[in-house]
Structures are given as structure tokens and as C-alpha cells.
């Protein structure tokens, strides 16, 4: 893998709190993931990738005060050679097919991380 460290830790200093999302389902993720997922937040960091910026979620309906996120996605700059694949206690990682334009002109890649499960709170 050619991942660009810097790049991509640049790039989410630059990403502003109104920025985000400021739908239930985000707010929701935003102030959980990291303490939720510390093992994968420190993974994505050692990426450049801060956790609480995704550049996608998508959430389920909650359900028992519980709300799963089927798939989070986040930009990593630089590029992939293959698959990247890896299992964090019950999340998976790995190179998204499919996911929203980003506009970026960079070389970049997007990864999922999946499943992600938390409380729901809002």
C-alpha cells in the first residue's frame, strides 16, 4: 500500500465541526465512536483518518436504544495495491466499491469499516 500518512491527516485537520453532517443519525456517531471503538479510532489514526469524520454513514432504524451504522466510510490518500482488508474485534475494513463523490482530484481511495454499533442517544 502507498498510503500517504500526511495527506491524508492534512486533510482531516482541514475538516471543519460544520462541516459534518449535523443530521440525529451523524450527531449520533460523532460524539460515540471513538470511545466506543478506541482499538479501531487508534487504527485509523495510525492511517491519518480521523474517526469522527467519516465521509459517510449509513445508519438503520434504532432499535432496542441500539442504532447500527452498516457501513462508515472515510478517505485515505495515496493508493492501494489489492484488497485492504482487516478485522478489529467485530469491525471489518476494507477498500469501498461504492460510495459519494468526493471531488478530489488527489490520488485517493475509500475504505468502509463495518459494522458499527452504539448507543442510540439524540
Known amino acids: 500500500m502507498g498510503i500517504n500518512i500526511e495527506q491524508t491527516r492534512q ?6 465541526t ?3 453532517c449535523d443530521c440525529d443519525y451523524c450527531k ?9 471503538y478506541p482499538l479501531v479510532a487508534d487504527y485509523l489514526n495510525a492511517l491519518g483518518v480521523d474517526i469522527e469524520k467519516p465521509l459517510e454513514t449509513s445508519p438503520l432504524e434504532p432499535v432496542n436504544g441500539m442504532l447500527e451504522y452498516c457501513v462508515c466510510q472515510y478517505v ?6 489489492g484488497e485492504l482488508v482487516k478485522k478489529i474485534g467485530n469491525v471489518e475494513l476494507g477498500v469501498a466499491t461504492s460510495y459519494p463523490r468526493t471531488n478530489i482530484q488527489r490520488e485517493h481511495f475509500v475504505i468502509d469499516i463495518y459494522p458499527i454499533k ?3 442517544i439524540m
Open 118 to 120: 452504539l448507543n442510540w
Open 11 to 16: 486533510y482531516y485537520t482541514e475538516i471543519k
Open 76 to 81: 485515505v490518500f495515496g493508493k492501494t495495491s
Open 18 to 20: 460544520e462541516d459534518l
Open 28 to 36: 449520533n456517531f460523532y460524539l460515540q465512536v471513538k470511545e466506543a
